[in-house]
């Protein structure tokens, strides 16, 4: 995974905001982005109204092509793909969201932390961050919902805990370089305190990196989970998720088309969306891609 | 065939009439002990045995044997085999397997002293005949003579020896257990062992002294195993049957060549088998679709797979009732199912509340529905743990006469009766499963919420975690059962005894005094059946037990497996090979 | 620097013996009985007694850890619990070949297209073809690689016929047996690094070519291909190799879901086999072989940090 560094430090709230506007206007991506993610999450709010069945209805029309009871078919178990895919909305997002946050929580703070102060702190944050760093993000998750089992309390445990050292790294990188500009410098030679600095100079300066790391976290989170439903170690809620229904479909693929392709093509959907939203946080916020 | 059609249908006629001309109380009435010894039992013993059982055949009635080989295949060629389900072979060391699908495979390079036919009969393997003593406690085998194993070395009574000791010692086989019954065995001159029991075991021919399902006397080389080490020995097992493993790859696959030094040199035909493992049931379809592989063997093929490989016309698919069982266990410790004791009449345990939960969810089990939903109609409904491939032990009547038979209405009243009408009270219960029955989890779970408006949530435990809470007690409900069910001891000695090494062997037994079932009217009867040599007394043995067992849900008896042959229309896979569960290639060849 | 250098190499031994430890210990105080899974069948608590007595694993949790500590630093790395007991050393090296050739193809698939992709949409920057590039570069990055392994399979193996549907051949047995076997894992594989790479050539790039020295020999008029070539891309590769590094590196073991559709058994697969099996000796052998990996990429690419960007000093 990549970390971003921004080289600007941005302050000013208002122009920020216009800027976002104008070159929204400007960026089709981004605005195709913005209208599916949209369109996904009011899916996701609506699925018990838009849902044409309950998605764990079983029938014997086990895996009857596109038809208009069946927009998108039925599944291994004679259940309605359309609502299924609908009510995995609900899961997939969640789990994007709720873990992203989570690792960007802890991850920023000792991040911040290990980079402001330095010393033993930083030792031993960095000691740790190297420590999950020496492991891939999904090797991370498949371990712990391996050993710890599976459900989705353990899966966002998981995914979180992974994605802590990209946050921490980024912000702990953007926090060292700040440390040493003028104006923080300025600051603490005026006497003022640790903890404002970190609140009000460094960290809406390590903001934007911050925000387009996290867009492209929850992109992977997205595919993390469906990843880790489709080697069995997923959630195992009764509301399906998009990865448990191409993994429950795995067997079926070549018999039943859409089982492969619909919950494959939400999934990269959703993703393709905010990986737009991403570039174009990207572009306007002025965070270059390096490592 | 050389006969003329009509010379042909009157041999098989009067077979059929001889096969049918018996007392139905006794059907080997009238046989000489002579025709119930080795090297193998009587055509006419076998033939009635299998009328009486029902599974009588026409090919079972071909002149000249049971199926012999009919349409000959030339010599030579490379079969390429995909064997399904499994990501890597881990280990070939009969002393260390415990796999159908392992066993499938050694049974092609290593030998025992006997060898079950198609009909589960032992035939002679290794050994060229047997005697038994008229109080069933001494084995006399008789062994082959002028026989070397693949690495060279002769074989002869040592052999067995050292493979016996080799296999009752706990730390270097895991099957030390299944020589429990054995009190010793001597080496009478080089071709000749004598085995003594402790007592009688009717089984001992199918299970303890078989090639392929008994593991524990599956001959190893002595030789082979001090100059490779028990590590490669495991990959690459040498023996003395008819091919010999060459190459063993872990996750990649096992090269078996023909072995010039088969004792008989008519076999095999084949000059190569290429084993690959494959995991998936996609990737094994592409691997069939293409022509990668020509054969499939290993676990049990996807059940949705089976429609669409029988509509492909390169293909050859045969489907038998498979040697195994699957059932929904419920725990008796655990409230709503807890059932203090099983020790009394059915009538009786029917007017205890958990009891009555037990019976209504094995009567909900709406069989019929779970075979077409899980299984894509490829299974038998089972009532208990004997299968329908055991042809002759079998009880065709139980799906009628067991108290399990699915009853939609009796058991919402059974349920309502336990203080749970329509469901409601009734707490959510789970059911643990290994990912690969996941979906079979789902169905169950979704019948019981149709029949009795009960929540059942399905919970994915990898095997090393579902088995350890299985014997140690700690579950509410787990799906699972038995694969290689040979002989009636399989089932109900394995599972249905009150000490059956699945019965809550790690369990603790002061909170849990049984496992997840006991009773000493269904133990005495299983331990009488196992001593019972006589086919037709042990028959109504194993079915009484068998019955006592359904009638008082020792488990939710769920379906018997299919076992299904598939391979490529130039193959010829003869009938005689065709033993369910196993794939014996050394009559295989090509068109 | 040198003594940087040591320090450092200090500190990624390090990493990896507390990754170790944690593991170890981690997967120990779960559930799951490897002995109870493997005697299943078999078992009377005799037999697993004596089994677990044989593997040591009846001693106290600290004193199989000191002996395999101990053993490690002697270069062994124990035996499977399961099966044969095959030495781990063993299943890792006949593991390792399988990925690293997976991981060898998908790198150059992947640079195979990235690099003519950035370049195209680095020079042509925000005209229809770069928007094509970076489009599909989205969907390379957005696509579930276990989604693109089925559907390659189900295309290229059971419709065309083209190649095989799984396995692995070694390379012993000819160049285009292995190349064969490897390419539909690879391209499953190497898209989104394809994408990834492709991405930061473009940008990386992009700045290159408004640096002086660029601008300069543009004045001087030389062709505009040369200049790209020649003088632009290896100093636009500079930051692109550091992402490759760790790129290399996850390759190795993000194959996992891919290697257990294409029927592969590499590390990744080996790893996770022996977590779910608690197979505990292959799961720490495996764990160190993969964060050896990525320790010395990471080590390597924040050496590599140091050189892009002289704000941040070691010390």
Do not use: C
Not at chain 1, 5 to 10: D, G, K, L, W
Not at chain 2, 229 to 248: D, M, S, W
Not at chain 2, 449 to 456: A, F, R, Y
Not at chain 2, 496 to 514: A, H, L, V
Request: avoid cysteine.
């Amino acid at each position: 995974m990549t970390d971003i560094i921004s080289s600007a430090p941005e302050t000013a709230e208002a122009p920020r905001r216009s800027r976002l506007r104008a070159s929204l206007a400007k960026d089709r991506k981004a605005q195709v982005g913005l209208v599916v993610l949209a369109v996904f999450f009011l899916g996701m709010l609506l699925a018990p109204v838009l849902a044409p069945y309950d998605p764990n209805e079983m029938t014997l029309d086990m895996m009857q092509g596109l038809s208009w009871s069946h927009p998108l078919g039925t599944d291994d178990l004679g259940r309605d793909l359309l609502s299924r895919i609908l009510y995995g909305t609900q899961i997939s997002l969640f789990v994007g969201v709720v873990t992203v946050a989570a690792a960007l929580i802890i991850g920023v703070v000792l991040g911040v932390i290990a980079g402001y102060y330095g010393g033993w702190i930083d030792l031993v944050i960095m000691r740790y961050i190297d420590l999950q760093w020496a492991f891939p993000n999904f090797i991370i998750a498949v371990y712990l919902v391996a050993v710890f089992g599976t459900g989705l309390v353990n899966v966002i445990v998981a995914i979180s805990l992974a994605f802590i050292d990209d946050f921490a790294r980024v912000a702990r990188s953007m926090t060292l370089s700040l440390r040493e500009e003028q104006f923080v410098l300025a600051a603490r030679s005026m006497g003022v305190s640790d903890g404002r600095i970190i609140m009000r100079h460094i960290l809406p300066s390590a903001m934007a990196p911050i925000i387009v790391q996290a867009t492209v976290s929850v992109s992977y989170a997205i595919l993390g989970e469906a990843t880790l439903s489709f080697l069995g170690l997923g959630v195992e809620a009764t509301t399906p998720t998009w990865g448990l229904i191409l993994a429950e479909g795995r067997g079926f693929i070549s018999q039943a088309w859409w089982l492969g392709v619909f919950p494959g093509l939400a999934i990269m959907l959703v993703v393709l969306s905010i990986n737009f939203v991403g570039d174009w946080l990207r572009d306007v916020l002025d965070v270059r891609e390096t490592v | 065939m050389t006969m003329t059609d009509d010379r042909l249908k009157a041999a098989m006629q009067s077979a059929w009439h001889d096969a049918h001309d018996f007392d139905p109380r006794d059907p080997l009435f009238g046989l000489s002990r002579h025709e119930l010894s080795g090297p193998r039992l009587s055509r006419r013993a076998t033939l009635r045995l299998l009328a009486a059982g029902g599974a009588l055949t026409a090919a079972h009635l071909m002149p000249g044997g049971l199926g012999r080989a009919i349409a000959a295949g030339k010599k030579g060629g490379t079969l390429t085999a995909g064997w399904a389900g499994v990501s890597e072979i881990v280990t070939l060391d009969p002393a260390q397997m415990g796999q159908v699908l392992q066993f499938q495979i050694t049974s092609n390079v290593l030998s025992g002293l006997t060898h079950i036919n198609g009909d589960l009969i032992a035939e002679a393997d290794i050994a060229e005949g047997w005697e038994v003593s008229a109080d069933g406690l001494t084995y006399t085998f008789k062994l082959r003579e002028g026989l070397t194993f693949h690495n060279g070395d002769t074989f002869d009574a040592e052999d067995v020896l050292f493979t016996y000791n080799r296999s009752k010692d706990p730390e270097k086989s895991i099957h030390s257990g299944n020589l429990a019954n054995v009190a010793s065995v001597e080496k009478l001159n080089d071709f000749e062992v004598k085995f003594t029991l402790k007592a009688p075991q009717a089984s001992f021919l199918t299970k303890t002294t078989e090639r392929a399902s008994g593991r524990a006397l599956t001959i190893v080389s002595r030789g082979a195993l001090e100059s490779m080490g028990t590590a490669q020995y495991g990959l690459t097992p040498v023996g003395t049957g008819p091919f010999r493993i060459t190459e063993h790859q872990l996750g990649q696959g096992v090269v078996l060549e023909r072995f010039d030094g088969f004792y008989d040199p008519e076999r095999p035909h084949l000059d190569k088998v290429v084993i690959k493992p494959i995991d998936g049931a996609e990737p094994l379809a592409a691997a069939v679709e293409a022509g990668d592989i020509q054969f499939v063997g290993g676990n049990p093929v996807a059940a949705q797979l089976i429609d669409r490989f029988k509509s492909n016309p390169d293909l050859v698919v045969d489907i038998k009732p498979g040697p195994g069982f699957q059932s929904l266990w419920l725990n008796p410790h655990r409230e709503p199912m807890k059932v203090e004791s099983f020790e009394k009449p059915v009538d009786e345990l029917k007017k205890e509340k958990g009891f009555m939960v037990r019976l209504a969810i094995a009567k909900a089990l709406n069989r019929d529905l779970y075979v077409q939903q899980a299984r894509f109609g490829y299974a038998f409904p089972a009532y208990g743990t004997i299968n329908p491939a055991m042809g002759y032990y079998y009880d065709e009547g139980i799906a009628e006469t067991s108290e399990q038979a699915y009853d939609a209405e009796g058991a919402k009243q059974l349920l309502a009766d336990a203080g749970y009408p329509g469901g409601d009270g009734f707490p959510e219960l789970e059911l643990i499963v290994r990912p690969s029955e996941r979906r079979d989890g789902l169905v169950i779970a979704n019948i019981l919420k149709q029949e009795l408006g009960i929540t059942v949530n399905v919970a994915t435990q990898e095997f090393s975690v579902m088995i350890e809470n299985f014997l140690a007690m700690e579950f509410d409900m787990r799906l699972g059962g038995s694969g290689g069910d040979y002989d009636p001891d399989d089932g109900i000695v394995d599972w249905m005894m009150s000490g059956s090494k699945f019965n809550g062997r790690t369990r603790d037994k002061e909170k849990y005094p049984f496992g997840y079932f006991a009773d000493s009217e269904a133990d005495a009867l299983i331990e009488k059946q196992s001593i019972t040599p006589k086919p037709e007394d042990r028959r109504a043995l194993v079915q009484e037990a068998n019955k006592i067992t359904s009638d008082k849900v020792a488990s939710g008896f769920l379906y018997h497996p299919v076992d299904v042959l598939i391979h490529s229309k130039d193959v010829i896979y003869p009938a005689v090979s065709r033993i369910p569960g196993l794939t014996d290639l050394d009559r295989v060849s090509f068109a | 620097m040198t003594a940087y250098l040591a320090r450092r190499f200090v500190g990624a031994l390090l990493v990896m013996w507390a990754v170790a430890t944690l593991v170890f210990f981690m997967l120990r105080f779960v559930p799951g009985d490897p002995i109870a899974a493997m005697l299943a069948d078999a078992g009377s608590e005799e037999a697993a007694a004596a089994l677990r007595a044989k593997l040591g694993l009846d001693q106290p949790l600290i004193v199989q850890y000191f002996y395999w500590f101990a053993n490690v630093l002697q270069g062994d790395f124990g035996n499977s619990i399961y099966g044969n007991n095959q030495p781990v050393a063993t299943i890792i090296a006949e593991a390792l070949p399988r990925t690293l050739s997976l991981a060898l193809i998908s790198f150059v698939i992947a640079i195979a297209i990235a690099v003519p992709a950035g370049v195209i949409s680095a020079t042509r920057r925000n005209t229809m073809t770069d928007n094509a590039v970076s489009f599909v570069a989205f969907l390379g990055l957005s696509m579930p690689d276990f989604w693109l392994a089925i559907l390659l399979i189900i295309v290229f193996a059971a419709n065309l016929q083209w190649l095989p549907a799984i396995g692995y051949v070694p390379l012993e047995e000819g160049f285009w047996p292995w190349l064969e076997h490897l390419l539909l894992p690879a391209i499953a594989t190497g898209t989104a690094f394809a994408a990834i790479i492709a991405r930061m050539i473009r940008s990386s790039l992009l700045e290159v070519m408004n640096r002086d020295f660029i601008r300069t020999a543009r004045a001087k008029g030389l062709p505009a291909q040369k200049v790209i070539w020649r003088h632009a891309l290896p100093n636009a590769m500079i930051p692109v190799i550091t992402v490759v590094g760790i790129a290399f590196a996850l390759l190795i073991s993000g194959a996992v879901v891919v290697e257990n559709v294409f029927a592969i058994k590499g590390l990744g697969r080996v790893l996770i086999d022996g977590i779910l099996n608690r197979d505990y000796p292959v799961v720490q052998g495996a764990v160190l072989i993969v964060s050896a990996f990525f320790v010395f990429s990471n080590l390597a690419v924040d050496l590599l940090y140091g050189v892009i960007d002289p704000r941040i000093r070691y010390s």
